[in-house]
């Protein structure tokens, strides 16, 4: 049976506006290819189209097929590029017309709940909070999305310019205009189509670190900053004190810090990244000053000024005789050449507007820069009140507290195996004899503890070290520089990739300390914060004992220094990699619990990291509504997650979207650090440890103990295709074995999208239900009795509705073995169709997503757009794996990924 949501969309039509939008930018696209390649090129896609929209619930499009099967190379690489640009088009069509729904269901009567920090502020004020709780509550919040690359990225920076210009037009057209200016319009979108089609979609060359961080950054500066300015702008005069508010939202970023697997990254993209994101911040504040230059020419000749502001403004080079009167200007001009030498000094280029170098001293830090920009605020306080200040001048305050000259902080990642064998080679030519590999972890912690405890280094310039040790040092000593050069806000954490012991936190300890950012001694101190990741089902178990262990330790609490706050990253990747959706998400969720438990027996605060992806089966879905689920006391006003690939452009592309949803994060975060603490009835305890278990067995059973299971994923889905083509910049695979433990979780569930399995985002479920014997009013007092449960079955809904069971049937037949890709098949797809019943039941709805319109309007509308490109791909791969190995079809299965996952847009 095909999914019901794809179903709905046939008796339920999409809204005007999307269907609207969409038949004018596909009409559109038709025409230009008409325009370009001829009648002929535009009736074969029209052809296509047409035999697409006459596709079975089986999967079955026998026109279609027909049409593929007689397909030249060249031809199917046309109508790959025709239909993955269709599908870009419908997302753009799709999305100016959800941000009017947003707006329009803001503005709606009687909707009382907190989308917005100010919401959320109004209704703590209503329970009783008063300014002073609030300020506390402002002064401990740490929101930070942080930015993180894809191994399945599949567009470059050219087609998202493209892409983002027809939006803005699109977004034009939603206003009643006078023909003449409708008919510009359509013509400006003609042109950008036009353009788009002549653009190349993806890279010849796999994309690099560069190329990502440029990517990312292009986003940061058009979208993400502008809608972080309005917001500090927003929340500094509707809920700060006295115009103040603590820099309770920031950036991250993983972009060229994540050295996890990744060759690619080391000292030199640390250096660039910081480097290039700080050219973007520097660049805006330089531009903010030169507006309050223009505004502040005020003259001594009518107002008093402050000592302060006069001292500051003498410090001005060559002021010009006509400013000697307007101390403002002159401390503005000072404040400008500062940030100049200070870009000069991390970027080696001027800031925007400048004219020439300067020679004045940089600011040593940002906190410098803050107290200029505060003397000033003071100064008109003092001589005009509060109200001469405006909120410009406290908004760039705000920003500069939140952005320092770093933008982003940036992360560095390792795997904790790295460090091991790095330890070991500094101990081994440091002529101590130790021989670290071969320590068991007592001894190994013991040995740590130690070197830990003075100040000698393990390092010898005189020493000639392997490669990869080699890369380490020179990482550490480049995020060293950093720290130096940025202030220690520029790295936000040091992550600790396969954590399973108390060395694994303290090796990279050990090593920080050879570069200076951890001091040994009898009370060690740390520059860096350390956060341990702990991934597979198995390490989220033994998280509490591994966190305890540590805290356990003197060292500890000096490294963490005097309001202790420990990081840990929760991985949901590899724990659904591992253990299957629900054993996945019940262990994070009793992980994070488990966690605070323990740091606050400690005294220790706790910040819980979540490596979320943009798919559900690696923890996707709305950012806020994954806060608002956490256990109860595990937010405590802090918490960071990562923000994946696609997902960066679908949720912060524009700035109306991605205010929306820093905005809504924020509130998220307030709302779920007040709520009250209380344990579910035991009853409802034991049978989600019942269901989790059963459906860790359930899963396992299929993926790792079926021996036919491996190949049948490697035949079944386009991984294979996948491995080899440049989207991403870091490799598929840990290892060059085929083993599913050795995958990388991005490519494993990125190759069930492609297949339209989502099989990571529900498979397990059923089973596990029926393997605990679980009735329909249990699941339901699951339901209620944990958050973390309500939002896992609506996110797993979404994911059932976006597979399509006779899509992926066809995709089995390309297998070689078909008695054993039949028999796994069959076991998939009951296990589907009893995940779809059950989902139902417990929440009494006729079809997937029947609660949620718009999203089944979503779900259907990509449907349309992908399905025709799931069958050219099936055909394509029959061509490559029969024997055909022309670049043409190479470069249509590349072209088929692209436009699946764009079409489907949360696929790895």
């Not at 004018?24 to 001829?38: R, V």
């Not at 400013?323 to 080696?348: C, H, N, W």
């Not at 390490?539 to 840990?568: H, Y």
């Amino acid at each position: 049976m095909r999914d019901s949501a794809l179903s709905l969309g046939a008796s339920r039509p999409t809204s005007r506006d999307v269907r609207q939008n969409a038949n004018l930018l596909g009409d559109l696209l038709i025409e230009a290819i008409g325009y370009l390649e001829g009648e002929e090129a535009a009736g074969l896609v029209s052809k296509a189209r047409k035999a697409a929209a006459h596709e079975t619930e089986e999967g079955e499009a026998p026109g279609l097929d027909h049409l593929f099967a007689d397909l030249s190379n060249d031809q199917a690489v046309f109508l790959a590029r025709a239909f993955a640009s269709h599908s870009l088009l419908a997302n753009i069509g799709e999305d100016v017309a959800g941000r009017r729904r947003h707006a329009e269901a803001d503005a709606r009567p009687g909707d009382e709940r907190a989308r917005t920090l100010v919401d959320a502020v109004t209704a703590l004020k209503a329970s009783g909070k008063t300014d002073a709780d609030l300020a506390k509550i402002f002064a401990a919040m740490n929101v930070v999305p942080v930015l993180t690359a894809h191994p399945t990225e599949v567009r470059r920076r050219s087609m998202v310019d493209r892409e983002t210009e027809i939006s803005r037009l699109m977004s034009l057209r939603r206003h009643h205009l006078p023909a003449d200016l409708e008919a510009d319009i359509r013509e400006r979108l003609f042109r950008e189509i036009a353009l788009m089609w002549r653009t190349r979609l993806y890279r010849p060359e796999r994309i690099t670190v560069k190329d990502e961080i440029r990517n990312a950054l292009s986003i940061v500066r058009t979208s993400i900053l502008p809608a972080m300015v309005d917001l500090y702008e927003e929340w500094s005069g509707k809920i700060g004190s006295h115009g103040h508010i603590a820099p309770l939202l920031k950036m991250g970023s993983w972009l060229g810090g994540d050295r996890d697997g990744h060759p690619g990254v080391n000292g030199d993209t640390l250096k660039l990244a910081l480097s290039s994101q700080s050219r973007v911040i520097l660049d805006w504040y330089a531009g903010e000053v030169r507006k309050l230059w223009s505004n502040l020419a005020v003259s001594t000749a009518y107002t008093p000024v402050s000592d302060e502001l006069l001292a500051l403004a003498a410090q001005a080079k060559d002021p010009s005789v006509h400013r000697l009167d307007e101390p403002y200007r002159l401390a503005l001009e000072l404040i400008f050449d500062r940030l100049t030498a200070v870009s000069q000094k991390l970027t080696g280029q001027w800031v925007a507007y400048a004219t020439s170098r300067t020679d004045v001293e940089p600011y040593a830090h940002p906190d410098a820069f803050v107290a200029d920009l505060q003397i000033i605020i003071e100064s008109l306080e003092a001589s005009g009140g509060e109200r001469l200040v405006g909120s410009a001048l406290r908004t760039l305050v705000a920003v500069a507290k939140a952005c320092g000259f770093h933008l982003m902080s940036l992360d560095l990642r390792q795997n904790a195996d790295v460090h091991e064998r790095t330890i070991h080679e500094l101990y081994q030519r440091s002529g101590s004899g130790v021989r670290y590999l071969d320590l068991d972890e007592e001894a190994r912690s013991k040995l740590l503890i130690e070197e830990l405890s003075h100040q000698r280094p393990l390092v010898s310039p005189f020493t000639a070290y392997g490669e990869e040790t080699a890369k380490e040092l020179a990482t550490m000593e480049a995020a060293a520089q950093a720290v130096r050069d940025y202030g220690h806000a520029c790295i936000g954490a040091y992550i600790i990739s396969k954590s399973a012991t108390l060395s694994d936190i303290l090796e990279p300890l050990v090593l920080l300390k050879q570069v200076g950012l951890v001091w040994g001694g009898a009370a060690p101190r740390s520059s860096l914060k350390i956060a341990p990741l702990f991934e597979t089902i198995e390490d989220l178990e033994n998280g509490p004992r591994v966190l305890r262990q540590w805290l356990e330790l003197p060292i500890s609490r000096t490294i963490l220094g005097d309001r202790p706050v420990q990081e840990i990253m929760l991985g949901y990747s590899d724990s659904n990699k591992d253990g299957g959706y629900v054993a996945s998400r019940r262990g994070v969720a009793r992980g994070a619990s488990a966690l605070a438990f323990e740091a606050d027996r400690m005294g220790v605060g706790i910040q819980l990291f979540h490596g979320r992806g943009g798919s559900v089966g690696r923890g996707g879905g709305p950012a806020a509504e994954a806060v608002l689920a956490q256990p109860a006391g595990t937010v405590q006003g802090r918490i960071r997650m990562t923000e994946q690939g696609e997902m960066i452009a679908r949720r912060f592309g524009d700035q109306p979207t991605a205010r929306r949803n820093l905005d809504g994060l924020a509130a998220a975060v307030v709302q779920s650090s007040q709520r009250d603490t209380h344990r579910p009835d035991p009853k409802v305890e034991a049978a989600m440890t019942a269901l989790a278990q059963a459906s860790f067995e359930g899963y396992r059973a299929l993926v790792y103990d079926d021996p036919a299971f491996e190949d049948f994923f490697w035949s079944a889905t386009p991984i294979g295709e996948i491995v080899g083509l440049n989207i991403g910049s870091r490799p598929a695979s840990r290892t060059a074995s085929r083993k599913i433990e050795d995958l990388r979780a991005i490519p494993w569930v990125f190759s069930w999208s492609q297949a339209r399995f989502m099989l990571p985002g529900w498979y397990g479920f059923a089973s596990g239900v029926a393997r605990a014997d679980l009735s329909t009013g249990q699941l339901q007092d699951l339901a209620g009795g944990f958050d973390f449960f309500a939002s896992l079955l609506s996110n797993m809904e979404l994911a059932l509705a976006q597979s399509h069971m006779g899509i992926a049937a066809r995709y089995v037949a390309l297998a070689p073995d078909q008695d054993n890709a039949q028999r796994i098949f069959d076991t998939i797809k009951r296990e589907h169709d009893a995940a779809q019943s059950i989902a139902l039941a417990i929440r009494g709805g006729a079809s997937l997503l029947d609660n949620q319109p718009e999203l089944a309007e979503s779900v259907a509308l990509a449907g349309h757009s992908v399905d025709p490109l799931n069958h050219l791909q099936l055909e394509l791969l029959a061509r490559r794996r029969g024997g055909e190995q022309a670049e043409d079809v190479r470069l249509a299965i590349q072209l088929t990924v692209a436009g699946i996952a764009a079409g489907l847009r949360n696929t790895g």
